[in-house]
């Protein structure tokens, strides 16, 4: 496995990294206890370090953390932990008259984490989404006392636009909090929005990326065709919309270039990713140890020339960036 900074920090991560939010998902191997051990042992034992959750995770909220804390007995020293905290979108226990990123929600938000991920330090602890009530300098505030008292690490975000990327990046100088080392946002060979803004503000400010849907939700696995997939996959149960509207053309194109380099999908998209710019680990979802195996070990098999990656770019071009 291959290790790296998370952004400008000490912070060090799988550049394979195990997305946490199939860990109690209904209909999956993950869906129980069981199951989520499983995937996270194997994940370990595979040299992955990097995992990512989220409070709102699972059938109900907080399950994926407390499938972790009990997984995690033992072997919570062999990781990094993330989680997050504040998404706007989905209900929360706690009240927060929509503002998850005040003082108030977060230092509620924290202890709850702390107690199902059954631990006493968050690795990297990132606001889910922007939070329009509350000024960015009370929730860094409020993130700064949390490190000071030793209940997280770091700090991240996701979701955020490229310019909330430099205002919290200003804020943090202005107020000499500490500030973000992480973005994360979708990112993908079928979606580069952030190529034209939010990649390059991270750079900017030595802010490590986190893409997550890397593989499209599955679609860049080489398991699914025009025909369909997997029935059993999250695509097929939930999403099928993504493979009845996708590229075809595009994508099986792709596929003719993999099979001439002599190079799986799977290890293709993930050396794709793992080239480009300040890309610090690419969070993939698994249910199965055999998946977490796959993940692992095309995760390190291939990266692509530079004609190799003009031809990537090529058939899935990034967005024109924004003018000056």
Known sequence: MEYRSLGRSGLRVSAIGLGCNNFGRPGSATEGQEGSSAVLHAAIDAGITFFDTADMYGYEYGRSEEFMGVALRGRRDDIVLATKFGHRDYPSPIQSWDAKGSRRYIRRAVEGSLRRLQTDWIDLYQLHTPDPLTPIE?????????????????????NFAGWQIADAEYTARLHHHPRFISAQNEYSLLVREVDREILPAARAYGVGFLPFFP??????TGKFSREGGPQDSRIMRQRPHLVENAPWDVIESYQSHCDDWG??????????????????????????????EQNAAEGVAWRPTEGQLAIIDALFPAPVPAAT
């Not at 593989?215 to 860049?220: A, I, M, P, S």
């Not at 998209?269 to 969070?283: E, N, P, Y």
């Open 138 to 158: 009370e929730t860094l505030a409020a993130l700064d006392e949390l490190i000071t008292e030793g209940k997280i690490r770091y700090i991240g975000h996701s």
């Open 263 to 292: 190079v799986s999908m799977l290890a293709a998209t993930f050396g794709w990713l793992l080239v480009q710019d300040g890309l610090s680990s690419v969070i993939a979802g698994a249910t199965t140890p055999a998946q977490i």
């Open 215 to 220: 593989l499209y939700n599955g679609l860049f």
